[in-house]
């Protein structure tokens, strides 16, 4: 079962019954997906910035934006406008298909994995993931990987409080560690 089906038909019956919402337009679900690269030192390398643009496109199914600096930081050598990351917002069906695809395949390939602390999930029900390399993904061939880089993934939810957003995510299937209280 797709996972906006799984949505409609399992999890929607099941957030409403734990809160005890009557109407199933107040249950939490997901708004959006931003998938996020910051460039770091190689923000002068053009070469370096065209082949993480790539990489995002080919990840999402979708064009990728250059994020620009809104103002100067002298420490980091950052002027106002220099292009400092490359980011995708994803919603609708291509949001519900990289959470299946995260959740199912990126999240067992990747190395050293032992689940995400409920720490990630912030006071207003949002998940943020930060992912070292790209290459956990199945559009991603090794042999054609130019450059590595690691991303963000943030997973944006209309909950209104921690709690929701935690049974949300726990719901869809992500593995969050077993925390020792």
Request: proline share 3%; glycine share 8%; hydrophobic share 40%.
């Given at each position: 079962?797709?996972?906006?089906?799984?949505?409609?038909?399992?999890?929607?019956?099941?957030?409403?019954?734990?809160?005890?919402?009557?109407?199933?337009?107040?249950?939490?679900?997901?708004?959006?997906?931003?998938?996020?690269?910051?460039?770091?030192?190689?923000?002068?390398?053009?070469?370096?910035?065209?082949?993480?643009?790539?990489?995002?496109?080919?990840?999402?199914?979708?064009?990728?934006?250059?994020?620009?600096?809104?103002?100067?930081?002298?420490?980091?050598k950052?002027?106002?406008?220099?292009?400092i990351?490359?980011?995708?917002?994803?919603?609708?069906?291509?949001?519900?298909?990289?959470?299946?695809?995260?959740?199912?395949?990126?999240?067992?390939?990747?190395?050293?994995?032992r689940?995400?602390?409920?720490?990630?999930?912030?006071?207003?029900?949002?998940?943020?993931?930060?992912?070292?390399?790209?290459?956990?993904?199945?559009?991603?061939?090794?042999?054609?990987?130019?450059?590595?880089?690691?991303?963000?993934?943030?997973?944006?939810?209309?909950?209104?409080?921690?709690?929701?957003?935690?049974?949300?995510?726990?719901?869809?299937?992500?593995?969050?560690?077993?925390?020792?209280?």
């Amino acid at each position: 079962m797709r996972l906006k089906d799984k949505y409609k038909k399992e999890i929607t019956p099941a957030l409403q019954k734990e809160f005890g919402y009557k109407n199933s337009q107040l249950v939490p679900r997901l708004e959006k997906v931003v998938l996020n690269v910051g460039f770091g030192h190689h923000s002068k390398e053009k070469e370096f910035m065209e082949s993480v643009a790539r990489g995002l496109t080919t990840l999402s199914g979708q064009k990728a934006v250059f994020t620009k600096a809104k103002k100067s930081i002298s420490a980091f050598k950052i002027r106002e406008g220099m292009t400092i990351g490359a980011k995708v917002t994803l919603r609708g069906d291509r949001m519900y298909d990289f959470v299946e695809k995260l959740v199912n395949i990126v999240f067992p390939r990747v190395r050293d994995f032992r689940g995400i602390s409920e720490k990630a999930v912030d006071k207003t029900g949002n998940l943020t993931v930060g992912l070292r390399e790209f290459v956990s993904f199945p559009e991603i061939h090794l042999e054609d990987v130019d450059n590595m880089f690691g991303l963000e993934v943030c997973l944006v939810t209309n909950a209104k409080n921690r709690a929701e957003g935690l049974e949300l995510f726990r719901q869809i299937g992500f593995p969050f560690k077993k925390e020792n209280k």
